[in-house]
């Protein structure tokens, strides 16, 4: 029996012009070339979605900050250290904590550090320290609203803090 029409045969079917023009599938794949190219297309479609989706989470993401260890606490190093200096010599620190709240630690009239102590706020910046009269300051920082957040330090009576509220910053 003749296999006339089908690529190769020669008696009666296809000459060799016609066969170079004929493509015909891969053993197994079950599938005609228009449909392999439109898997292909289909399939690449969604690795570039797929790496689109990724890059998108990725930059949503916070990157890993660097850490540091300072004074036995761990902080942000790219945030610092905020440092102030009471008119009797003892000195205070501030600092972002790896929690990303605001941590602090003072000397006592002797000089020797106390602990790290969270006073807490989710700050993404470092702490700036504005100074007012009479020893008494206030931290500004930048909220993950990206607003100003403060606290006030009032020297007297005791050198009691405020609690967190929206203020301008240092300006």
Known sequence: MEASGV???????????????????????????????????????IVVAAVAVAGIAVAAAPAQADVCNVGGGRI??????????????????????????????????????????????????GVQICPLPHDTFYIAVTGTDGQQWERIRYSYPEGNWSEWERGSGCG
């Open 76 to 125: 942000i190093c790219e945030y610092g250290v905020a440092k102030y200096t009471f008119d009797h010599g003892v000195k205070q620190e501030f600092a972002i904590g790896t929690d990303y709240a605001v941590w602090t630690r003072y000397t006592d009239k002797s000089g020797r550090w106390n602990a790290w102590s969270s006073m807490g706020g989710v700050a993404r910046s």
């Open 7 to 45: 690529a190769g045969s020669r008696p009666g079917g296809v000459g060799r012009a016609a066969q170079s023009r004929v493509r015909v599938p891969r053993r197994g794949t079950g599938a005609s070339p228009r449909e392999l190219v439109i898997k292909l297309k289909r399939t690449k479609a």
